[in-house]
């Protein structure tokens, strides 16, 4: 049998994988490794995130390009996080050879147009519906110019995705985004393919924990504006624990929390001690405002944690419904914390955990079903 190739643009380094589209990424990249796939692996890379050695352990060959910053791209037609994507040298090596080519997210579609890929097999992988993700993040963040740089990308994203029609194959994370993009693209090939993630097995422990977690990267206005909501509706006065975990908590949400004695925060944790918590809280809650993509830190939660309450923005489409106490405002989810502190997490809820995790969202499973999709085999 000849080796299988695969061409993966990715939109910033998936090393160390500690946030949501990375995620997907890294260990999409392990995954197919494992089984046999060849993969060329193409990284956007910027101030912030670091080369890794680590990838070379799962790709033949990584290739890292610049992120072209600042109002060269800003000025553009495309939406900045295209525009600021691109590299003649990136075009000169997806043309070396005939391979497969996988562009992860909108953000790394600046050359699916592109008329020196005509003919290829061409893979679209779907992480949001971006511009309704970017109205939503106009919405919540309070600062003006921010706020109008949301809106201007929303609408330029909106106009931008027409450009998927090109894609040979558009691979969405949850069933509403499926909808989604089928009823856009009616005469396109999309498939629901869920993320990957770093859980092969249930990790849950059965009893009681003495805290309620919420864990994300907290510098996104997304999640700050969920944490601000639950510290100030739904824990204020409460003589139950939060703890917030995640990347770079901002100064408002720090001087927010120090106002509740039942409420602490714990700033960049590292990958051990954020599964560590989760692990170990008896209730995990995750709140969002905006129900696109599907949210990784859902999947961890249900991997390794005991309860988790959520909204039903949270799960759009993904079919873990049945997995979740579901709450939609403060008053409805005080009462399902206070019900949920005096349960015993038992190992019937770890067997119902596994009879749905290992079907939808194996690893395993899902990396033969990519590469059915894109080599036919």
């Known amino acids: 049998m000849p080796d299988k190739h695969l061409h993966i643009v990715a939109f910033d380094i998936p090393y160390p994988p500690n946030y949501g589209g990375v995620i997907d990424v890294f260990y999409k990249l392990k995954a197919l490794h494992k089984k046999g796939i060849k993969i060329i692996l193409h990284c956007y890379e910027y101030p912030g995130r670091d080369r890794s050695d680590k990838l070379n352990e799962f790709c033949e060959e990584v290739y890292y390009y610049p992120r072209i910053l600042g109002i060269r791209s800003a000025l553009s037609f495309k939406p900045y996080i295209v525009a600021s994507r691109r590299s003649e040298t990136l075009i000169k090596n997806l043309t070396n050879d005939n391979y497969p080519i996988l562009f992860e997210g909108l953000h790394s579609c600046y050359y699916l147009d592109d008329k020196r890929l005509k003919g290829r097999f061409l893979v679209y992988r779907e992480s949001n519906i971006e511009h309704r993700y970017y109205f939503s993040l106009a ?12 809106m201007i990308a929303s609408i330029k994203l909106r106009i931008y995705q027409r450009v998927l ?15 989604y993009l089928q009823g856009h693209f009616p005469g396109g090939n999309v498939v629901y393919l869920p993320s990957f993630h770093a859980n092969d097995s249930i990790n849950s422990m059965t009893g ?63 990958d051990e001690k954020m599964f560590d918590l989760i692990k170990h809280a008896h209730v995990n809650i995750l709140v969002t405002f905006q129900a696109t993509g599907l949210k990784l830190k859902l999947l961890n939660t249900l991997y390794r944690g005991r309860f988790c309450l959520v909204n039903d923005k949270m799960l759009n489409g993904t079919g873990l419904d049945e997995l979740c106490e579901i709450a939609n405002d403060p008053s409805e989810q005080k009462k399902i914390l206070n019900m949920l502190f005096e349960k015993e997490y038992k190992t019937e809820n770890i067997n119902k955990r596994k009879e749905v995790l290992n079907i939808r969202y194996s690893n395993d499973h899902n990396a033969n079903k990519l590469i059915g999709l894109v080599f036919g085999t």
């Open 139 to 150: 919405r919540v963040d309070k600062n003006l110019f921010k706020k109008i740089y949301f």
């Open 165 to 179: 029609k090109h894609a040979s194959l558009m691979l969405a994370v949850s069933e509403k985004d499926t909808n």
């Open 208 to 270: 009681m924990g003495d805290y309620a977690l919420y864990n994300g990267n907290i510098e996104v206005p997304e999640n700050a504006h969920a944490v601000k909501y639950l510290i100030e509706q739904v824990f204020a006065g409460s003589k139950l624990p939060l703890v917030i975990a995640g990347m770079n908590p901002p100064k408002h949400i720090l001087k927010i929390a120090e106002h509740h004695s039942n409420v602490s925060v714990i700033a960049n944790p590292s």
